[in-house]
């Protein structure tokens, strides 16, 4: 894409991976891409001396009343030169065209994001598939809710570019804060995002997900749990129709967003085994993210255990 504004990209990680490889060389002579990570044990400094141009890497430091990925973020926002901002992530495909598809969809909608599948890698994360599609990705779309993954914006499409940053720094997610602070329109374009890896890690990430739709919105959460209980107890008493329901409804889902994988059939095992799961991230009092252990009391008290 010619002539597209000069560009800071906001990449959190801690390790150079190929998305940071991707998205380097995606870049013009005017963007810069500023690879945010805590401090100097991070393996990303061994990269240091030989980056590719118009990379930087930026040490946020240790988070302190925050998560990780926020206190990156909120370091890149302060570090950035340019008035149009790019977010991504370091866990999914960067195609060569990525960035001038955003671009070019910024132009035509103002601030946009595309929204993740994501793909499970151990039994529990696979089951719960098809939540996800329906949870997450329809969610996300359906609400024009922000992807921290692939999400375009320009400073002054900020509501308070200055409180997003010192929000940043009390919170733990990103995407519901960015969602909050701009209004974006979410592209039916999806990018796959592997999860998972252990059961384990598959809990812990349920626990930071039900905690975060229920401290960004708890009205809408109580609304949907009550919702949920009802069909709980419909698709025990009711279990053939109700399979059917289900799995049309995730086979649907799937077709609008070109997801090919037979997970759909999953369906009715995944809701069923996402009310318990949901029971218990709501009782957990802690989740490990990045290696760190949180308390998130409310949307802005957080604790950092370790």
Known sequence: MTGRPPTSVILPAVTWTDACTEV??????????????????????ERRGDLPANVELVAAGEPDGCSGKANAVAAGMEA????RVVWTDDDFHHPPDWLDRLHADYEARGPVSEVPVF?????????????????????TYANDYAWGGAVAFERSDLDDEAALVDRLHRSVSDDGLLTDAVDVTTLRRTRLVTVGGTVRETLERHVRFTQLVHRHDPRGTAVSTVAVLIAFVLALCFPLPSAVVLTAL?????????VASPTFLLAYPSFLASVPLGTYAHLRRTFVWGGRRYRWRSKFDVEVRD
């Open 24 to 45: 380097a060389d995606q870049l013009t002579a005017r963007d810069e891409l500023l690879v945010v990570h805590d401090g100097d044990a991070d393996p990303v400094t």
């Open 80 to 83: 950035a030169a340019h008035e």
């Open 119 to 139: 793909v499970g890698q151990d039994p529990l994360a696979v089951l719960l598939e098809p939540v996800y599609v329906v949870g997450g990705t329809l969610s």
């Open 250 to 258: 995730a086979g649907a889902a799937y077709a609008r967003f070109g």
